[in-house]
């Protein structure tokens, strides 16, 4: 991943959590995606590309607008990595699992 700018997470089967994209944000990589399933969920249009499903030629231009834009790029990029961080992180994730432990010992 680390040779490429660019992720394409094109899958035929409905994505449920995208650890790829996830893991590709936090790379500071670019992912173009469809928009369908969870993918949405973790990506816009700020930080990353979403394509309908199948259209062969969105993802052609989205491809060749990324290569054409080496600014656009780097700023979805960027964009996607402090999202990641914002969303990803390790102390986000303890915040997250401490909460929902709390949550539910207090319902015990």
């Not at 893991?23 to 700020?46: C, F, S, T």
């Not at 979403?50 to 607008?65: G, S, T």
């Not at 790029?73 to 699992?97: C, H, M, P, Q, W």
Request: aromatic share 8%; proline share 1%.
């Amino acid at each position: 991943m680390q040779q490429n700018h660019v992720v394409l997470l094109l899958s035929w089967f409905e994505e449920s959590f995208g650890r790829t994209v996830a893991e590709a944000m936090l790379n500071e990589r670019v992912v173009v995606a469809y928009d369908w399933g969870a993918v949405p969920e973790l990506i816009d249009q700020e930080t990353g590309i979403l394509v309908e499903y199948k259209n062969v030629k969105a993802i052609a231009n989205a491809l060749e607008h990324l290569q054409k834009n080496n600014e656009s790029l780097t700023e979805i990029a960027k964009k996607a990595r402090v999202s990641a961080l914002r969303r990803f992180s390790g102390d986000v994730y303890n915040s997250k699992l401490n909460e929902a432990l709390e949550t539910f010992l207090c319902k015990s």
